[in-house]
């Protein structure tokens, strides 16, 4: 065999075995989550929490007045409970056929029929309701007031009072770990509440230092992972059952809300500042942050289909923020567009 034949088989089994085994440094980004739709809602009224039911195929969205209730599969609007004042959140029992709304103007709660979406009762509440969950083992829902520093429990089943927990603090949002137990950010102190929701005892206080200001929290119950994002731009990742914090990778600015992709295993923050934050919690390198997704500005709460895992961040588009008058004032916050009002939806 002559030189030139020897070398160009050489050649051509080289380019063979790179084609097999590509260099190491050529690496695809991990890009899990992309906005891939948006639904268009106009309407009047801000937002705050937002709720998905899976097996009805709907989203729910405090609107300061009234909960608007939309398709998940169309993205229309579906119905309304109205006269809900201050609404901030609402918590879903599909098994009884309720739902609950936390009125923060009017200090009360609205009980409703999922599928007439009309008024049952109006159950009297704390000063300034704001995040609200029902607890499925005992058929509890917990409604965190605010201004009141404390909890109403209400059974959900003949729909009374049956007992208040003082917190000591200014709660945020809640969560619940399906065993009996349910978890409240609070806010003034920077800490994590689990409380016994059949006790309606505290049972542990944990310090989510160096996190400061919680206010979105969610949870991996497979791993017993809880995940509180924090106004400092931190999200302290606390283990359930002993109060141990395993991580505090950085998040985005104007944080709100919090969730939990079960599919990926990621832990989600939904930033304000129009990004929503995606942290891994398994594989190699657990609780780094592996993107950072551009949503748009305002997106600051949000809520996760655990069977679809689509992802829905309610914002609107809006004016163009006010100057300070005076020295050292702060300027006004930008008010929303009319009829701008929209959800984003995002999925991998």
């Keep these: 065999m002559t030189f030139l034949a020897t070398s160009v088989l050489l050649v051509h089994a080289l380019l063979g075995q790179a084609a097999k085994d590509p260099p190491k440094s050529v690496a695809t980004p991990l890009t899990p989550f992309h906005v891939i739709q948006t639904f268009t809602i106009g309407g009047d009224g801000m937002w705050d929490c937002i709720e998905v039911d899976p097996d009805a195929h709907r989203l729910y969205i405090s609107r300061s007045t009234h909960l608007m209730v939309l398709d998940t599969q169309t993205g229309q609007t579906v119905g309304d409970v109205a006269d809900t004042a201050g609404v901030h959140d609402v918590a879903l029992?599909?098994?009884?056929?309720?739902?609950?709304?936390?009125?923060?103007?009017?200090?009360?709660?609205?009980?409703?029929?999922?599928?007439?979406l009309k008024p049952i009762k109006t159950i009297k509440a704390g000063k300034n309701p704001d995040a609200i969950?029902?607890?499925?083992?005992?058929?509890?829902?917990?409604?965190?007031?605010?201004?009141g520093n404390n909890v109403t429990v209400v059974a959900a089943e003949d729909l009374?009072?049956?007992?208040?927990?003082?917190?000591?603090?200014?709660?945020?949002?809640?969560?619940?770990?399906?065993?009996?137990?349910?978890?409240?950010?609070?806010?003034?102190?920077?800490?994590?509440?689990?409380?016994?929701?059949?006790?309606?005892?505290?049972?542990?206080?944990?310090?989510?230092?160096?996190?400061?200001?919680?206010?979105g929290i969610a949870i991996d119950t497979t791993n017993n992972r809880l995940f509180c994002a924090c106004a400092n731009?931190?999200?302290?990742?606390?283990?359930?059952?002993?109060?141990?914090?395993?991580?505090?990778?950085?998040?985005?600015g104007?944080?709100?809300?919090?969730?939990?992709?079960?599919?990926?295993?990621?832990?989600?923050?939904?930033?304000?500042?129009?990004?929503?934050?995606?942290?891994?919690?398994?594989?190699?390198?657990?609780?780094?942050?592996?993107?950072?997704?551009v949503t748009a500005k305002g997106a600051r709460t949000m809520t996760v289909?655990?069977?679809?895992?689509?992802?829905?961040?309610?914002?609107?588009?809006?004016?163009?923020?006010?100057?300070?008058?005076?020295?050292?004032?702060?300027?006004?916050?930008?008010?929303?567009?009319?009829?701008?009002?929209k959800v984003l939806v995002v999925g991998s």
């Design 93 to 116: 029992a599909p098994a009884l056929g309720k739902g609950f709304t936390s009125n923060g103007k009017s200090d009360d709660i609205t009980v409703f029929d999922l599928k007439t």
């Design 133 to 147: 969950v029902f607890e499925p083992i005992t058929k509890r829902v917990f409604c965190f007031n605010a201004k």
């Design 160 to 215: 009374t009072v049956v007992g208040t927990i003082e917190l000591g603090g200014n709660p945020e949002l809640t969560t619940i770990d399906g065993k009996g137990h349910v978890f409240v950010n609070v806010e003034n102190t920077s800490e994590l509440l689990r409380i016994d929701a059949k006790t309606m005892k505290i049972e542990q206080r944990i310090a989510l230092a160096p996190g400061e200001e919680p206010t």
């Design 233 to 252: 731009n931190k999200m302290v990742v606390v283990d359930a059952v002993t109060g141990k914090i395993l991580a505090t990778p950085a998040i985005g």
């Design 254 to 293: 104007g944080v709100d809300g919090a969730g939990f992709d079960e599919k990926g295993k990621f832990a989600l923050s939904s930033n304000g500042e129009g990004t929503m934050t995606v942290v891994a919690t398994s594989g190699d390198k657990p609780f780094d942050v592996v993107q950072t997704l």
């Design 305 to 341: 289909d655990p069977k679809s895992h689509l992802i829905y961040m309610p914002t609107a588009d809006f004016e163009t923020p006010s100057e300070p008058t005076k020295e050292g004032a702060k300027a006004k916050r930008p008010k929303m567009k009319p009829g701008s009002f």
